[in-house]
Nanobody, 126 residues
């Protein structure tokens, strides 16, 4: 498994921006899938976005399209989530996850990922 450490969470007002980072101990496989999930109190964990190392493919949940951008720096073993136009309903703990590349076929399935970070809190106030 890969060790993942998230950072960059915090509190912002609605309309603001945050950038989350996820540092991986290694991109153990050239073909890997990195994803961001989030979980709000009382709700199930949901997929936010993912990035497949092959071909630069990215995937987003519909409610995040146009507002969130996932990117990666393979030289630094780091994945980022740029979040713009934040809304109060984006408040949640955000988790980074990693798995082999085939997992991106089911990128929004949290049960398909075998490495997880500890999570970082994002709070958006109205």
């Amino acid at each position: 498994r890969v060790q993942l450490v998230e950072s960059g969470g915090g509190s912002v007002q609605a309309g603001g921006s945050l950038r989350l980072s996820c540092a991986a101990s290694t991109f153990a496989f050239t073909n890997n899938c990195m994803a961001w999930f989030r979980q709000a109190p009382g709700k199930e964990r949901e997929g936010v976005a993912s990035s497949w190392s092959i071909g630069g493919f990215t995937y987003y949940a519909d409610s995040m399209k146009g507002r969130f951008t996932i990117s990666r720096d393979n030289a630094k073993n780091t994945v980022y989530l740029q979040m713009n136009s934040l809304k109060p309903e984006d408040t949640a703990v955000y988790y980074c996850a990693a798995a082999d590349g085939s997992t991106c076929d089911h990128w929004d399935r949290s049960d398909k990922f075998d490495s997880w970070g500890q999570g970082t809190q994002v709070t958006v106030s109205s």
